[in-house]
């Protein structure tokens, strides 16, 4: 079992908003005893053809804190995503609230700091978010107790959020019948991954889990919710005693097959500045493309 701080007889009331775009899924965590609230893995929307950036997907979520009477006090990020971007800042210019990600943001920074070229004006410390979680690391929805797992190997930066009896994934599971995401992005590693998935399966086997992503395998509906019993159980990559060495062996083999996700050159530029977008030196809102760099 696991020697985190769960406590599942507090349970969240969780809203799902999924994006068809990027296959992302966002959440409005609810503390059950109080108006007070987070979001989780938020998206801006971008024509990355037109060059045009939209809020449709956050303005529906903020629509829904203000018609409820929530009070935002945190817009998590579970890693640097590479498939979509975060509408972090946006959301919290209209609502407040702190934005939080993993301290190993830091390396994520230095790594794609330095493939962007970008100059001694990048800060790679950090600053530009919040609040940056150590594993283990407590904080408060109202009332609600919450606390971030640090679980690499998709990237170096994942963490794993589990409020009450809720835990929000990022890319670190899928559902039992999509599997892993990746682990072949600069930092990341299967057998880390492996690792980091048994300390999600340490948590009881009541937890309720929720994806970042969903692809509707074998053509099913698009689903986000599962638990860990379940993923113990079932998971094709890694559940029913899978050993480390066959899921490292299928998931190099695996991510060797794989295309770089459609939106990798907008995502971690914008997402490693916690969702603002990069300006050159007219301050006009500019992405860059590296060739070959990725």
């Known amino acids: 079992m696991t020697d985190y701080p769960i406590d599942l007889s507090v349970k969240p009331e969780v809203t799902a908003y999924f994006d068809p775009d990027t296959n992302t899924i966002s959440y409005i965590v609810k503390d059950p005893d109080s108006a007070s609230c987070a979001i989780v893995d938020s998206v801006m929307d971008i024509d990355y053809a037109a060059g045009r950036i939209t809020y449709d997907h956050a303005d529906r979520m903020i629509a829904d804190i203000e018609a409820r009477g929530l009070t935002l006090e945190w817009i998590i990020e579970t890693h640097v995503h590479a498939d979509h971007l975060s509408a972090a800042p946006y959301i919290q210019q209209k609502l407040g609230g702190k934005i939080g990600i993993g301290a190993k943001i830091m390396v994520v920074q230095d790594t794609f700091g330095k493939i962007f070229n970008e100059g001694t004006e990048f800060q790679r410390d950090g600053s530009q978010f919040d609040a940056l979680f150590e594993d283990g690391d407590t904080y408060q929805i109202g009332g609600m107790q919450a606390f971030a797992m640090y679980t690499p190997g998709h990237t170096p930066a994942c963490m794993v959020h589990v409020m009450g009896d809720a835990a929000f994934v990022g890319d670190t ?122």
């Not at 992503?213 to 019993?229: A, F």
Request: hydrophobic residues 35%; negative net charge; proline residues 7%.
């Open 173 to 294: 599971l899928f559902m039992p019948d999509g599997g892993s995401a990746r682990a072949d992005f600069p930092g990341g590693d299967a057998a880390t991954l492996y690792d980091s998935i048994q300390k999600v399966l340490s948590l009881p086997d009541e937890t309720r889990l929720f994806m970042c992503h969903d692809y509707g395998p074998n053509g099913r509906d698009i689903q986000w919710e599962t638990t860990v019993g379940d993923e113990k159980a079932h998971n094709i990559h890694v559940g029913g005693g899978k050993t480390k060495e066959d899921f490292v062996r299928f998931r190099t083999e695996r991510d060797a097959q794989l295309a770089m996700p459609r939106l990798i050159i907008p995502s971690l530029q914008v997402n490693m500045r916690a969702g603002e977008v990069p300006t050159d030196k007219d301050g006009r809102p500019m992405l860059k493309v590296p060739l070959n760099g990725l």
